[in-house]
């Protein structure tokens, strides 16, 4: 009996799988358009007024901008930054900010590395499902793709209330399971990177992330139902008598 529930396990554990790599994949992809996207950062800039706490022009936190999206996605290090501070050019960032970049910087390329694993799987998935079984194994790709998008919108909302009840303890629990180091502890006082990216702008970036989410699992669902509408029409297209024509 074991033996029979093992086999049948172990053929369900490459569609569990495949519906586990959705949510992976849409989350990640949503995560980096996030980190990539000036206009959230500007956003963040114009909402929490940062050119009048922080003494730097908004042209000049765009520019910075930029150089931190560079330096996300370069294996230059460290993060070097100058701007002008009240019209005096300096570093922007201390070395403690400086060492927290880093450990922020492999964060992000764990992310961009499990979306491409999530990503690999699922168009390997399918590929050798093709190649093995032909349309047959539509129904499997259909079922994780329903499963996985099911499981991303779910995860998504138990964030986002997470996030909208006690965004403050789970910024912190973020921190605390993420980085190794206290080098995240930083003063709002005096580090700019604090000043540049108030726990506002986190929470707005948490929200993009959520509505990007929600909405390509959305969009992938949309798709499956079109093509199964489709098929099923071709099907009773084909199932249709012929109209028979005297000669």
Same mark, same amino acid.
């Given at each position: 009996?074991?033996? +029979?529930?093992?086999?049948?396990?172990?053929?369900?554990?490459? +569609?569990?799988?495949?519906?586990?790599?959705?949510?992976?994949?849409?989350?990640?992809?949503?995560?980096?358009?996030?980190?990539?996207?000036?206009?959230?950062?500007?956003?963040?800039?114009?909402?929490?007024?940062?050119?009048?706490?922080?003494?730097?022009?908004?042209?000049?936190?765009?520019?910075?901008?930029?150089?931190?999206?560079?330096?996300?996605?370069?294996?230059?290090?460290?993060?070097?930054?100058?701007?002008?501070?009240?019209?005096?050019?300096?570093?922007?960032?201390?070395?403690?900010?400086?060492?927290? !970049?880093?450990?922020?910087?492999?964060?992000?390329?764990?992310?961009?590395?499990?979306?491409?694993?999530?990503?690999?799987?699922?168009?390997?998935?399918?590929?050798?499902?093709?190649?093995?079984?032909?349309?047959?194994?539509?129904?499997?790709?259909?079922?994780?793709? *329903?499963?996985?998008?099911?499981? %991303? +919108?779910?995860?998504?909302?138990?964030?986002?209330?997470?996030?909208?009840?006690?965004?403050?303890?789970?910024?912190?629990?973020?921190?605390?399971?993420?980085?190794?180091?206290?080098?995240?502890?930083?003063?709002?006082?005096?580090?700019?990177?604090? !000043? !540049?990216?108030?726990?506002?702008?986190?929470?707005?970036? %948490? !929200?993009? +992330?959520?509505?990007?989410?929600?909405?390509?699992? *959305?969009?992938?669902?949309?798709?499956?139902?079109?093509?199964?509408?489709?098929?099923?029409?071709?099907?009773?297209?084909?199932?249709?008598?012929?109209?028979?024509?005297?000669?």
């Amino acid at each position: 009996m074991f033996e +029979v529930f093992l086999r049948a396990g172990m053929r369900r554990l490459p +569609v569990v799988l495949f519906a586990a790599a959705v949510p992976l994949l849409l989350i990640c992809a949503s995560v980096t358009w996030a980190v990539n996207e000036i206009r959230l950062y500007e956003h963040g800039f114009d909402t929490y007024d940062v050119p009048l706490v922080t003494g730097i022009e908004r042209e000049d936190l765009v520019v910075a901008a930029k150089e931190i999206r560079g330096y996300f996605n370069s294996t230059r290090e460290p993060l070097d930054v100058r701007t002008r501070i009240f019209g005096e050019e300096r570093d922007l960032f201390n070395h403690r900010e400086v060492l927290h !970049m880093h450990d922020v910087k492999r964060l992000i390329w764990g992310v961009y590395g499990v979306g491409a694993a999530a990503a690999l799987y699922l168009l390997a998935f399918l590929c050798l499902g093709l190649r093995l079984r032909g349309r047959a194994v539509g129904p499997q790709v259909t079922r994780g793709v *329903v499963w996985g998008a099911g499981l %991303t +919108v779910g995860v998504v909302v138990l964030v986002g209330l997470l996030s909208v009840t006690g965004f403050d303890s789970l910024f912190l629990f973020f921190h605390e399971v993420s980085f190794s180091n206290d080098f995240w502890m930083l003063d709002p006082r005096r580090d700019f990177l604090v !000043m !540049m990216f108030p726990q506002g702008f986190w929470f707005d970036a %948490t !929200m993009f +992330v959520a509505f990007v989410t929600v909405g390509l699992a *959305v969009l992938l669902l949309g798709s499956v139902a079109a093509v199964r509408l489709l098929g099923r029409w071709q099907e009773r297209r084909r199932e249709r008598p012929t109209a028979q024509h005297p000669a």
